[in-house]
């Protein structure tokens, strides 16, 4: 059966099997199904050899959390993201992917999102919202309004990001606004990115918000984004689209982190918060992006110290829908990440990842934001008069 997968990047791995120890579910699992190098001699088997696509082969792929931690780990430079994001639109269309489509066709539509959300945070309080879903931090019934302060760079706000965590949003733009850049956020120009289609196998519908989003932000005005899953997709509208505009396009997609780091020079000079902060590093920021370094320049001029996890940027199993999807794997994957927190001892971690946050807050770890951060002692020292 053909995955549509490129022939050529399939084969690009030798099977040595130096990617195992990266993978998140193969450290929990020790299971080879449900490693990098066994999922790819999965899609051979289907692909090249028309092995039918059984239960366990299916679950195989299903589990995979696309942390792509995989890919900086492989000597042989296997795409491994393309080979499962291909993968996955093929189940998808499959299985008949009207449900999934339906279910995420509000993201697109901000009233609708709103409207959800705001039901969503009143059955929250009501308790009856399910554990499973891991919802504990509150979803706003009120957001306090973005307005443009300038034209310097956009400001990516997205979809669930906006209706949930504005208040992220808000601190990025009073940051980046302390390093003197007039901010223009996207807002309903851009409603949504289309990373959680891509992840879902959704491709058709992400082809269609690449170009919406492309659509809704003309100019050359550098893309900040505060999400580092937005981020990695803004970044591969190229690979996704294929085109001159869309790779153009990409090229000026930023981390804001990534941004900052260029121009910390420009933040004002504060009193450090007397906090020690762990750096949990997004998957997407890390290990596709690779752009997770710039948070510590950021963070530590503002903050007493600036600790590192012990697991080596290990998933912490929140892959967008995956927590919802898989909920008992992502449970065991995030222990690891807990234990490695609990050892570096830290009154907060930074994240700069909604999914991640929302994922480790529900295990009652405290998270912020790295623009959460700088932010506070920006606003401390000013109103201290520093
Ligand atoms: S993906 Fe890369 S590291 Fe993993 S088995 Fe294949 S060639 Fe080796
Ligand atoms: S993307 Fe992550 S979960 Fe999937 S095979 Fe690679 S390392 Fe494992």
Same mark, same amino acid.
């Given at each position: ?8 990047? =399939? ?14 579910? /193969?450290?929990?699992?020790?299971? #080879? ?13 289907? *692909? ?33 993201? $393309? ?15 009207? %449900? ?7 993201? $697109? ?10 039901? =969503?945070? %009143? ?38 990001? @906006?209706?949930? *965590? ?8 009073? !940051? ?15 409603? +949504? +990115? ?9 491709? @058709? ?8 989003? &492309? ?20 970044? #591969? /509208?190229?690979? =996704?689209?294929?085109?001159? #505009? ?6 000026? !997609? ?9 121009? !910390? ?17 997004? +998957? ?30 290990? +998933? ?30 830290? @009154? ?22 790295? &623009? ?7 606003? =401390? ?6």
């Amino acid at each position: 059966m053909d995955l549509g997968i490129d022939p050529e990047r =399939l084969n690009a791995c030798v099977q040595c099997g130096l990617c195992l120890t990266a993978c998140p579910t /193969y450290r929990v699992s020790a299971d #080879e199904t449900m490693s990098p190098r066994g999922r790819i001699a999965l899609m051979r088997e289907v *692909q090249d050899r028309g092995a039918p696509l059984t239960r366990e082969v299916v679950r195989a792929f299903d589990t995979c959390v696309q942390c792509r931690a995989c890919e900086p780990a492989c000597p042989s430079g296997v795409q491994y993201g $393309s080979l499962i994001e291909a993968t996955k639109a093929t189940l998808a269309s499959r299985r008949g992917g009207w %449900i999934r489509a339906l279910a995420f066709a509000p993201l $697109s539509r901000p009233r609708l999102l709103r409207a959800g959300s705001v039901l =969503l945070g %009143i059955a929250q309080r009501a308790h009856l919202v399910p554990r499973r879903l891991g919802l504990s931090a509150r979803i706003p019934l009120w957001r306090a309004p973005l307005r443009a302060s300038g034209d310097d760079v956009w400001m990516f706000t997205g979809c669930v990001m @906006d209706a949930w *965590q504005r208040d992220v949003h808000l601190a990025t733009q009073r !940051v980046l606004e302390a390093a003197g850049f007039g901010v223009r956020p996207t807002g309903a120009g851009a409603p +949504c +990115c289309g990373a959680l289609h891509v992840h879902a196998g959704l491709h @058709d519908r992400a082809v269609a918000l690449a170009r919406r989003t &492309m659509d809704g932000l003309p100019g050359d005005a550098p893309i900040v984004v505060n999400s580092a899953g937005c981020g990695a997709a803004l970044k #591969e /509208y190229g690979h =996704l689209l294929g085109t001159d #505009e869309a790779r153009a396009f990409s090229a000026r !997609v930023v981390d804001v982190q990534e941004f900052l780091a260029r121009h !910390v020079d420009r933040l004002p000079t504060v009193e450090p918060l007397a906090l020690r902060v762990a750096v949990q590093d997004p +998957c997407h920021l890390r290990h596709v992006q690779r752009a997770h370094e710039p948070v510590r320049t950021v963070l530590r001029p503002f903050v007493r110290e600036c600790v590192e996890l012990d697991d080596e940027g290990l +998933c912490c199993g929140a892959g967008g829908a995956y927590s919802v999807l898989e909920p008992g794997m992502a449970g065991q994957i995030r222990e690891r990440k807990l234990s490695s927190i609990g050892r570096a001892r830290p @009154d907060v971690v930074a994240s700069a990842n909604p999914g991640c946050s929302m994922h480790l807050a529900a295990a009652g770890v405290a998270v912020r934001h790295p &623009m959460e951060i700088v932010d506070e002692a920006l606003r =401390l020292s000013a109103r201290a008069g520093r």
